[in-house]
């Protein structure tokens, strides 16, 4: 039984880091650490397609890193607090590591730009 508990630890977090494999995906939980946000925001920000946010969104999602919600038309996603404590550790440390990266910093400058009431369409 103690075997099965620990090979499912394993999977966690093995998949939580295999989501953390890709440039954007980095760049968009940089971009969630500063609150929930809609599919629009975090395009706009990193300039890339709709398709290619939604599919690393996707990756994130079937991680257990981020969720989302449907408000009409628009998907906010924002940052799941993690239930394995190594996961949300690392998590955490990653998000506090991306204020000293300068195109992190500048994915928040844009974001800051897009962001607003008025920005979904």
């Not at 980095?26 to 929930?36: D, P």
């Not at 690392?90 to 195109?103: C, I, M, N, Q």
Request: hydrophobic residues 40%; glycine residues 8%; contains cysteine.
């Amino acid at each position: 039984m103690q075997r099965a508990a620990a090979l499912i630890d394993v999977r966690t977090v093995s998949r939580f880091f295999r989501a953390l494999g890709d440039d954007t995906r980095l760049r968009i939980i940089a971009l969630l650490s500063h609150g929930e946000l809609c599919v629009c925001h975090l395009q706009e920000a990193l300039g890339l397609l709709q398709p290619n946010i939604s599919r690393q969104l996707g990756v994130l999602r079937a991680a257990g890193i981020v969720e989302d919600r449907r408000e009409g038309n628009w998907v906010y996603y924002r940052l799941l607090e993690q239930e394995n404590a190594e996961c949300e550790r690392h998590l955490r440390g990653l998000v506090e590591s991306f204020a000293k990266r300068d195109v992190l910093r500048r994915d928040v400058e844009k974001l800051l730009k897009v962001r607003g009431p008025g920005a979904c369409r």
